[in-house]
């Protein structure tokens, strides 16, 4: 498949260990916040989002922070995976527009055996 | 309903000629998307329905562009007298209302030579 991301910023982790891959967002209006999986050639997946009334969300296997003083999100993924490899987007939606999401720069993960 | 849907998943053009992609959002979803993505970049708004009605149009989408949702349903999105620069991934995501997590499609590769 094509890459996307070829010039991301790259984080490389053992197989196994936990990732965290963090986000700085925008708009202090945001009040919702995604994070969102896209791998070679397909499009962005849903992986988890949080809303800016919560600090902390858990998944499987994922866990999103939220800390709105200093505008930042962070995914964490526990016992990573090769299934994980991808590029990981950040993105906010501000409910009072409520119109588009908007998506920050990407992290391109990369696991290491 | 296997999610967002997408056609053609790759389109070569010769510059100057008019290319029109296709997206056929979840059933019932109310919100349609489109955006854009170049190597190395996020996606980028272009454009979004609710239902047949085009809300909002980001300064991205030139008059050369223009999209459609004529029965609230699929939606086209139409690039006239193509250029090199619209060479990018197109990707469309729908969502059930507003403020929640966008569902994407596996996007339309437009190459203009």
């Known amino acids: 498949g094509e890459s996307v991301g070829l010039h991301l910023p790259t984080l490389s982790v053992q197989e196994g260990d936990n990732s965290i891959i963090n986000c700085a967002y925008s708009?202090?209006?945001?009040?919702?916040f995604i994070w969102y999986k896209q791998e070679s050639g397909k499009g962005p997946q849903f992986i988890i989002d949080i809303r800016s009334n919560m600090d902390k969300r858990q998944g499987q296997r994922v866990t999103v922070l939220l800390n709105k003083t200093v505008k930042h999100l962070s995914l964490q993924i526990a016992a990573t995976q090769p299934g994980d490899s991808a590029v990981y987007f950040c993105?906010?939606?501000?409910?009072?527009?409520?119109?588009?999401?908007?998506f920050g720069s990407g992290t391109r993960l990369s696991i290491r055996p | 309903d296997t999610g967002v849907s997408q056609n053609p998943r790759h389109k070569i053009t010769k510059r100057g000629q008019n290319v029109t992609f296709r997206c056929d959002p979840i059933s019932e979803h109310n919100r349609l998307y489109w955006y854009r993505q170049t190597l190395g970049q996020g996606p980028e708004f272009l454009t979004y329905?609710?239902?047949?009605?085009?809300?909002?149009k980001s300064r991205l989408l030139s008059d050369r562009f223009s999209a459609e949702r004529p029965k609230g349903s699929f939606s086209t999105l139409e690039i006239q007298r193509t250029e090199q620069g619209d060479s990018a991934m197109y990707l469309c995501a729908s969502s059930p209302e507003q403020n929640t997590e966008a569902f994407f499609g596996q996007g339309t590769r437009l190459t203009v030579v």
């Open positions: 329905f609710q239902n047949e009605a085009q809300l909002e």
């Open positions: 993105a906010e939606n501000m409910y009072s527009s409520a119109s588009k999401i908007i």
């Open positions: 708009n202090s209006a945001s009040d919702y």
